[in-house]
């Protein structure tokens, strides 16, 4: 039950729940609604406040660390237990400081699994032996750590990729490879699973679910694999499947149905175990050329549409994701692919969709010398710029966690100095429900500590400070956000009136509590 029952003043603080404040006075005895006339007749409304775009109230801001061929964790396999946990604390102690507020880590890199699974063995990445058990079960731990920071945990599966080889006898006895052997297509060298088999989309499904029944992440993330990219002189022999299921389609409208169909059974089952779990895709940069489409962008490069069937569009227009995370990893003034064009097409796209949009960065390029943008440090700071221009760009997420520890050319330095100086809540998916948790109560101060107690249903609390103005602006930006905290607790750096609000899981805020800190 919500209660909005003022708080007595103390004489070293002063503590009132916003929705029933009333002056303690005068006034006293008079009912809330009484007093808020009195007060409303007595001064004038103040005026609103307008939104300072450089502190948007919410934005979503990421960081992929990716298992596979340990390229951000484990460093290297074969790490003891402890030595994998200290590795992790690194970098969500690095997203932390930045003032990051979601991870996204690599649980199934190829039909293999960084957790205890009954479907899947355990993923060479952790011990470098295929299926051998680490020990421990490192997903619990993944996600406790990222929650106790105040960051979402995306759980990021690639669906199609079944081995980074292709010889199945390699792989581990109760591989699903090796079961269902007619479930595989080998190409380029690798072994992949077949979209085109129910089958198949019916095991992703349930590796997919199977983790969100068990384990408290917070979204399903998909990255750019479907189809494999082109490899010279391969070919996808994916015959069989197409004479058994195609229906009189062309081979191109059938492979793009077939993961239209394994995205949209991903995205009712997910929610169907739990309403609140978000589900995501990350695709290739280019829908489609211009050139191709007269509703593809003005770009020259690869088509996701046509190479690897992944029709990000139709998706969007389904509403079979809840939000799309375009990797565009090319800069400004790219002859081919240009970073804004590009932009500005995937906001359009989904403009009035109800699907969130986020801009993939190529923090792992920074630095590099095969283009001359990249050699700039500020050339990623420009594109969170560039996106906070237009209204449908929500958040950005970095390529990857390495280069996060690394800060090549000290370029996310730079995105935190003009971009992410204050921390920021998520932006609000309303289809995935939620409720903003009760008001803080008995917030009090004690010389510098803060504290209130746990609000039922909050996952972590917002603090602001009000300026010595006293306009509070909470509402409208994060100008004044000067923390998001998981403990009902907060340490104040200077005196002065603070807010603190409780949060859901999805970032559904209440009202806020006011406490007056008198001396630090």
């Known amino acids: 039950m919500r209660t909005g029952r003022p708080l007595l003043a103390a004489t070293s603080f002063a503590v009132v729940a916003m929705a029933a404040a009333y002056v303690f006075g005068p006034g006293a005895g008079q009912s809330p609604a009484e007093s808020r006339k009195k007060q409303a007749a007595a001064a004038p409304a103040a005026a609103p406040c307008q939104a300072d775009a450089r502190y948007p109230k919410r934005e979503l801001r990421g960081v992929w660390i990716a298992t596979t061929t340990n390229i951000d964790w484990p460093s290297k396999s074969g790490l003891s237990p402890a030595r994998q946990r200290a590795e992790y604390v690194k970098i969500m102690d690095a997203a932390a400081r930045r003032n990051l507020n979601a991870v996204f880590v690599q649980v199934r890199p190829a039909s293999d699994a960084l957790y205890k699974s009954s479907l899947e063995p355990w993923s060479q990445y952790l011990t470098g032996t295929a299926g051998k058990d680490p020990g421990w079960d490192p997903l619990p ?3 406790d750590e990222a ?4 960051m979402e945990f995306h759980a ?14 390699r792989l581990p006895s109760n591989h699903p490879a090796r079961r269902h052997p007619d479930w595989t297509v080998t190409y380029g060298g690798r072994l992949y699973y077949n979209p085109g088999l129910p089958a198949v989309r019916d095991h992703v499904t349930k590796v997919i679910t199977d983790v969100v029944d068990r384990y408290d992440v917070d979204a399903v993330h998909f990255d750019d694999y479907f189809y494999p990219y082109p490899v010279a002189g391969a070919k996808f022999d994916d015959r069989a499947a197409f004479e058994k299921y195609g229906k009189g389609k062309k081979l191109a409208v059938w492979r793009r149905d077939n993961v239209n169909t394994l995205v949209a059974q991903v995205n009712e089952a997910v ?19 211009k050139s191709n489409d007269p509703a593809g962008s003005a770009t020259a490069g690869m088509s996701a549409y046509d190479t690897i069937y992944a029709d990000a569009r139709a998706w969007i227009r389904s509403g079979t994701v809840d939000y ?17 064009t590009l932009a500005r097409w995937w906001g359009d796209v989904v403009e009035d969709s109800g699907v969130q949009l986020y801009i993939g960065q190529a923090l ?4 590099s010398k095969d283009e001359r943008a990249w050699t700039k440090a500020g050339e990623l700071a420009s594109h969170v710029a560039l996106n906070r221009e237009r209204g449908q760009v929500q958040g950005d997420v970095y390529f990857s966690a390495k280069q996060l520890l690394s800060n090549p050319l000290g370029a996310m330095d730079r995105i935190v100095k003009e971009h992410y100086s204050r921390p920021a809540l998520l932006p609000l998916m309303k289809d995935r429900g939620g409720a903003a948790p009760d008001v803080p109560a008995r917030a009090r101060a004690a ?12 996952r972590a609390y917002a603090v602001y400070r009000v300026p010595e103005s006293g306009k509070d602006c909470h509402t409208t930006d994060a100008r004044n956000l000067v923390a998001v905290v998981t403990s009902p607790s907060f340490t104040a750096r200077s005196a002065g009136t603070y807010l603190v609000t409780s949060l859901d899981r999805l970032h559904n805020e209440s009202r806020p509590a006011r406490v007056k800190v008198e001396d630090v």
């Open 271 to 289: 929610h169907a175990a739990k309403p609140y779990v978000k589900f995501g895709i990350s695709p290739f940069g280019i829908w489609r050329n």
């Open 141 to 143: 731990f993944l996600i």
């Open 364 to 367: 792992y390029r920074v630095g």
């Open 147 to 150: 929650h106790k920071r105040g």
């Open 156 to 169: 990021w599966f690639n669906p199609y990729r079944a081995a980074y080889d292709d010889k199945p006898a």
């Open 324 to 340: 799309v995370l375009p990797q565009l990893y090319w800069p400004r003034g790219h002859k081919l692919a240009d970073y804004t």
């Open 447 to 458: 010389g510098s500590a803060v504290t209130w107690k746990p609000s039922a249903g909050a």
